[in-house]
């Protein structure tokens, strides 16, 4: 059997291909573009065209595509094949350094936010040589940006980048300053953690609501869920471990660097995890992960759920993000050292992400938000919506002893004993984990848990990256203008303990006194819903922070803004119409039927027993005839609420009236639903039930 060392990245055209096709002279060049931004030479790029072409057609490669993400949160791609006509009639494999770096996609299908009018269609992908081809099925996938005739962002890939550039230029400030002199770059990481749910491909199909929206919008809560946790790292069933297995075979042969699986703790929840890459890479890997991730689970009869709560009652998914900076010559920014007190550097970056966190807690929250993240943030399962810093107990007392001007009495790493002779001895770390945080330091990187299993990790790493971009300009200008470097520093180090402190917290951040003492003693921000937050984006401090470092131009904020508040209303109409059709078309003719037998029982029975004899009966169908008129009263109730969205104005006000009209009444038909669904017997309810769908899987 083939070695995963043998096959790991044979369909990426990546460093190892380049250096045995290319000659020196080239590579040399686009190693130049990828490290340092030079420009690509027309010259460079056909030649490593020329050599992607015929590495591709040696493995079966027909066509290429652009790859890209547009605002839609999924990856778009159009195929062309590389042949073109020959002379004498056949055809000839071609492939232009043009083409591999320009394409031209119908920009007037994407969303645009009013960028874009639908008559403009012209727009452009531009290729991101940092971020490896690779080949899918028959085609070779070039990853690349998206943007309109006039230059403007249509995609997460750009601004992306341009966030990775701004934090550069500010880290390598800050470097200069302590006398680092070798780091020519400073990239962020991540390795997002991906959870999703694997339920029966037969099952879903029966569900009108999972095939539409990704989320089951009824469901009577089934004996057994989560209760005994026992699903949590168990054993995983033959079933889910052959998709795994599947799975990291072919995330391994894209170069994905697929380390870690293992069960969840809802009853058909599971979770992978890679090593860390580029930023921009991971995203472009994430997006590679869930559409892999869909793919294969049709191959072994499954269907894989990426909606952030797709059953309630039960824990919905999430996706974190581990988040650091490096230097190019391999330092973690982040990264203490055995003596974070003394360590200067390192707690001069630290306070630019406490600085960064506190000062845009509102552009972090609204880079999370959706309609169907909404349903996760707050509920005891996932971060709350109020965004706060976990440090754990030594870094906060190092920062209060700095603050204090106080020296700091440390505790050394101590071991631990656990009782038996036969198991080894170990040290334990300083500093616990907080899964309730938001926003967690987990040693040498930080952890921002509020992001949703189906969210781009672009948006997320895009406000992150622009944050601390602007802190760490704001603290090199400071820096740079003083008289004294260490004593301006270390002024500064205290002061921004002192002005940014209400970001840190410990404790439990599931505690409904942590969101009361949050938003009223601390001052933070609480923005439960996606129409609370998304307006916030333009915000004139918000504008002027990501204008200034040239991630977005005001008028892709404003076209942002409007997408995601329409994404968010389209989203939940979807919902509501499969609801009232479920209802009219599926529940209400089944409990009908049911109704009808009930009927029918009575009458057989009263023919040779009396009344007294049919109590149970006579009470079951009269509590179904009371539960069918809910249904169709409720029923009705949501339709007009969908119609009142006629009178709004804008995508704004149209998105507080979905909060505040349409989510109410679907919850409202929901619960008369699942107490419909508890009392019909099971050959009659119309589609699978919560019990069949998490526990269907052998």
Same mark, same amino acid.
């Given at each position: ?56 057609? /040696? ?204 069960? /969840? ?434």
């Amino acid at each position: 059997m083939e070695s995963v060392s043998e096959y790991f990245g044979c369909m990426v055209f990546d460093d190892r291909v380049m250096k045995a096709r290319l000659n020196s002279d080239v590579y040399n060049s686009l190693k130049n573009t990828i490290d340092n931004g030079a420009r690509l030479d027309l010259s460079v790029a056909n030649s490593v065209a020329s050599a992607m072409r015929d590495w591709a057609v /040696e493995r079966g490669a027909t066509h290429f595509t652009h790859w890209f993400q547009p605002l839609t949160g999924l990856t778009a791609e159009k195929h062309e094949s590389f042949i073109t006509p020959a002379p004498d009639g056949g055809v000839i494999m071609e492939f232009s350094g043009k083409e591999l770096i320009q394409g031209e996609p119908d920009a007037s299908s994407f969303p645009s936010g009013g960028l874009r009018a639908t008559f403009e269609a012209r727009g452009y992908t531009a290729w991101d040589p940092s971020s490896y081809a690779f080949i899918k099925g028959n085609t070779l996938c070039i990853p690349t940006a998206f943007c309109s005739y006039g230059g403007e962002a249509l995609d997460k890939k750009t601004p992306l980048l341009r966030s990775m550039a701004a934090l550069n230029r500010q880290a390598l400030r800050i470097l200069r300053l302590f006398g680092n002199t070798e780091a020519k770059c400073v990239r962020t990481s991540v390795g997002p953690e991906q959870e999703y749910f694997l339920v029966d491909r037969e099952m879903f199909s029966k569900r009108r609501d999972l095939v539409f929206t990704g989320r089951t919008l009824f469901g009577a809560k089934p004996p057994k869920g989560q209760e005994l946790e026992d699903h949590y790292f168990g054993a995983i069933k033959l079933k889910v471990a052959a998709y795994m297995d599947d799975l990291n075979r072919e995330l391994w042969k894209l170069g994905v660097l697929a380390k870690t699986e293992h069960n /969840e703790v809802a009853p058909a929840q599971h979770e992978l995890a890679p090593i860390y890459s580029t930023t921009n890479v991971a995203a472009d890997h994430n997006q590679l992960t869930m559409e892999l991730m869909q793919k294969i689970a049709s191959k072994h009869g499954l269907v894989c759920l990426l909606h952030e709560k797709p059953f309630a009652g039960v824990n919905g998914s999430g996706k974190h993000n581990n988040w650091s900076m490096a230097t190019d010559t391999g330092v973690n920014l982040l990264s203490p050292g055995e003596t974070p007190y003394e360590n200067a550097q390192f707690l001069l970056f630290l306070c630019a992400v406490i600085k960064a966190v506190d000062d845009y807690q509102d552009l972090l929250r609204l880079s999370v938000a959706t309609a169907g993240n909404d349903h996760r943030l707050g509920a005891n399962e996932a971060p709350p919506a109020v965004v706060s810093i976990f440090l754990g107990d030594e870094l906060t007392a190092i920062l209060e002893a700095l603050e204090a001007n106080a020296p700091y009495n440390g505790s050394e790493k101590k071991t631990m004993k656990l009782g038996v002779d036969i198991l080894p001895h170990f040290t334990r770390d300083t500093t616990d984990r907080n899964r309730t945080s938001p926003f967690a330091f987990t040693g040498n990187k930080f952890e921002f848990r509020m992001l949703g299993s189906s969210n781009s990790i672009s948006c997320a790493n895009i406000m992150l990256n622009s944050a601390v971009a602007e802190s760490l300009k704001i603290f090199a200008d400071e820096l740079e203008a003083a008289e004294s470097f260490e004593p301006a520093l270390s002024e500064l180090i205290r002061r921004t303990i002192r002005e940014h402190k209400r970001i840190l917290f410990n404790g439990n951040g599931y505690d409904d006194g942590w969101i009361k003492e949050a938003t009223e003693k601390r001052g933070l921000l609480n923005y439960r819903t996606t129409p609370d937050c998304m307006p916030h984006l333009i915000d004139e401090k918000n504008v002027r922070m990501l204008t200034s470092h040239s991630v977005f131009t005001e008028a892709e904020l404003h076209s942002r803004c409007e997408i995601m508040l329409e994404n968010y209303c389209k989203t939940v109409l979807i919902e509501a119409n499969t609801m009232t059709d479920m209802v009219n078309r599926q529940i209400l003719p089944a409990v009908l039927n049911y109704a009808h037998s009930v009927a029918e029982t009575i009458k057989a029975k009263m023919s040779v027993l009396s009344d007294a004899a049919c109590g149970y009966e006579k009470s079951l169908l009269g509590k179904l005839n009371v539960l069918t008129d809910q249904l169709s009263l409720k029923a009705e109730g949501l339709s007009q609420a969908v119609l009142g969205l006629r009178d709004a104005e804008n995508a704004e006000s149209q998105a507080y009236l979905v909060r505040d009209t349409v989510l109410p009444a679907m919850c409202e038909l929901r619960a008369v639903a699942d107490e419909t669904e508890a009392v019909t017997a099971d050959e009659y309810w119309p589609f699978p039930t919560y019990g069949e769908l998490l526990f269907g899987v052998k």
